[in-house]
């Protein structure tokens, strides 16, 4: 049963941290997106990638946040340094992207605190 | 700018009551794929179905149901007789630009109660 798997589940740092969190897509998906969730904010999208190359990343701050896919197999998130209120789930979703309409399939999340 | 709004923040119903969950967007695009997601108190978020703008067509999934208005863009989602196991927050979804601008309402969250 293929699915998207992020690690770690659960992270607790202190403020001014590196936080590094991963994704590994389902196999042969060709597009890969980061979202924050929190109760004030909804589900927000950070990152967009197709095909390992990054479309949109708009919804990012730029100055802390950074994204990337190493490979197909991997796609990162990273926040340096990280403050209280980054703490949020981060989702990751992968898909097949043919024309427009990716169905999106989300791992189970990341919950980051910063404390 | 694309938009999609979910009215309803929260539902309570009874056990084998029908619900309907809202979905309003707003888009330029004539070409566009709308969506809904269900998270369970679990967390995670769980794809039920894609509508391309091309498609009225009503769509029926053993409980669900989803009616596409295109007049007035709607995609409201209908789940008959509930269970205690639909209790979630659902999100509808837009994606109207090739995945770039994949945008989530905020959400309804729906207890059933037994």
């Known amino acids: 049963d293929a699915r998207v798997t992020q690690t770690p589940r659960h992270k607790v740092t202190e403020m001014g941290q590196e936080v590094t969190m991963r994704c590994q897509p389902i196999?042969?998906?060709?597009?890969v997106f980061w979202y924050r969730q929190t109760m004030m904010q909804g589900l927000e999208l950070l990152a967009y990638f197709r095909n390992r190359a990054p479309l949109d990343d708009s919804g990012m701050p730029k100055d802390r946040f950074s994204a990337e896919m190493p490979d197909a197999t991997l796609a990162t998130l990273k926040i340096q340094p990280s403050e209280p209120r980054d703490s949020a789930v981060y989702f990751c979703?992968?898909?097949?992207?043919?024309?427009?309409?990716?169905?999106?399939?989300f791992g189970q999340g990341t919950r980051l605190t910063v404390v | 700018a694309q938009k999609v709004t979910q009215a309803q923040t929260e539902i309570s119903v009874v056990e084998k009551e029908d619900v309907t969950l809202d979905c309003v967007y707003e888009?330029?695009?004539?070409?566009?794929?709308l969506f809904w997601y269900k998270q369970p108190p679990s967390g995670e978020l769980v794809f039920l179905i894609r509508?391309?703008?091309?498609?009225?067509q009503n769509e029926i999934s053993g409980r669900y149901s989803w009616n596409f208005q295109k007049s007035t863009s709607s995609f409201n989602f209908t789940i008959t007789a509930s269970q205690v196991v639909d209790s979630a927050v659902y999100f509808c979804a837009l994606d109207d630009n090739y995945g770039q601008n994949f945008v989530f309402g905020p959400g309804t969250r729906l207890s059933v109660l037994p």
């Open positions: 196999l042969g998906h060709n597009t």
């Open positions: 979703a992968s898909g097949l992207a043919v024309g427009v309409g990716t169905e999106a399939f």
């Open positions: 888009t330029r695009d004539t070409t566009y794929y």
């Open positions: 509508r391309n703008s091309f498609d009225e």
